[in-house]
């Protein structure tokens, strides 16, 4: 117990690292049984675990690794012509993002994306998410930087493909993987410290690995209507999540 103390940051206990090991785990499990959403959970749980200033770094870095894992699992089913456009925009977004020094209101941010989100579910996705996948980059990966959970908006541009489950979760690991390793290799570059995190980071990282490997069961179990349902279920109340904790801190 006091050698796995000694690997974690100053303050953040054992009872808090099961913790965020818990959320990790979750949060990937959610992402692969219902295509999204795990990303926001996880963020929601780290952010009243976690100092402010590791917040959106650590969980970038995590979010990558949990990506990643589910790609690597489910790769042959990935749409791969999604991918060229949306680099382009994300090296552009995160670039722009790393420069910015002025924070933007995150109750506005939170607010906007949500009512995109609800929009984009009750009607038919926008054309443009699929003929500018490099807008879709930029943009998600510009408010990535500030937001961090922006897999909800990615999930529009991929519901655009209107791809089977199995793909539809691919193709989206696939773009967060590439999204979330620039984020951190800009955030590295700005020069946070993620070796003072390394313990947490790998044991988040193994922990949501487990839960894609579990989320990727119950995956195999549904159907692609019962899929889209959830999808669409998901999408709703996590936008309507974000409006209303956007609301609430804009008022209070």
Known sequence: METLTAL??????VLLFAGVLAASFLGSFITVAFGIGGGAFLL??????????????????????????????????????????FTLGSLIGAGVGGLVVVDLPPEAVQIGVGLFIIWSVLSKPPEWLKRWPWLTGGISSFLTMFFGATGVFVANYTKSLKLPRHA?????????????????????????????????????????????WTGKLA??????????????????????????????????
Do not use: C, Y
């Open 8 to 13: 974690l940051p100053e303050g953040f206990g």
């Open 44 to 85: 929601a749980v780290l952010a009243s675990l976690m100092p402010p200033a590791a917040l959106i770094p650590v969980h970038g870095v995590v979010q990558f690794g949990s990506n990643a894992g589910r790609f690597a699992m489910l790769w042959r089913q990935t749409a791969w012509t999604a991918l060229p456009g």
């Open 168 to 212: 539809h979760v691919a193709t989206h690991a696939a773009l967060m993987t590439v999204q979330h390793l620039l984020k951190v290799l800009v955030f590295g570059l700005l020069g946070f410290a993620f070796g003072d995190w390394a313990a947490v980071i790998v044991g988040m990282i193994v922990a949501g690995l487990a839960g894609t």
């Open 219 to 252: 995956l195999n179990r549904i159907t692609d209507m019962n899929f889209r349902r959830a999808l669409d279920a998901v999408l709703l109340l996590i936008a309507l999540r974000l409006v209303w904790q956007g609301l609430r801190d804009l008022w209070g």
